[in-house]
C-alpha cells in the first residue's frame, strides 16, 4: 500500500509496486492486494483492511515514517496494533546506515501485528523499500508460520 499524496494524484509516480511485485515473483512468493491512499486515517484504514479481506498475510504501508507532521503511517498502524515488533524497523535502519543513508536514523520504519497480520511501514522512496523488502523476505515464511501459531522445523 502507497501513502502519498502525490501518487494519489499521479498513479503513474508509482515506482513502489513494479519493485516489490519483481521482488515478490523472484521470491516465490505474490502480490495479493495494491492500493495508493492518501495520507489521511479513513484512506490508510481502508487500505489495510482492504488488504486484509484481499488475504495479506504481510502488509507493506509506505511512506509516513518520517518527522514530517504529514508522517501519520505509523500512527495509526501502531493505534491499530496488538503487538510491535521492533528488530525489523531497526534492522532496516541497520541496513540503511551500513548503505550510508544518514537520514535512516529519522525514521520511525517498524512492524506490527494488527489481527494476526503483519503490517510493516517502511519510508516510500524506491530504495528504502528495496531495503525494507530485503528484511521482510529473510523472515517472511518463519513470520507468517509463526503468525498462524505453527510451529517451524
Known sequence: MITSDRVKREPERDMITPLVKDMLDKSGHSLVYRTIVGNSFAEILHGVSNAMLAGADIILVTG?????????????????ADRELPGIGEEFRRRSIAREVKNAVMSRASAYIVDGRLVVVSP??????????????????????????KKHH
Open 124 to 149: 516510500g522512496n524506491p530504495d528504502a523499500v528495496e531495503t525494507m523488502m530485503g528484511v521482510l523476505l529473510d523472515v517472511a515464511d518463519h513470520l507468517v508460520e509463526q503468525l498462524h501459531g
Open 64 to 80: 509516513g515514517t518520517g518527522p514530517n507532521p504529514r508522517d501519520i503511517s505509523v500512527d495509526i498502524i501502531s493505534r491499530l
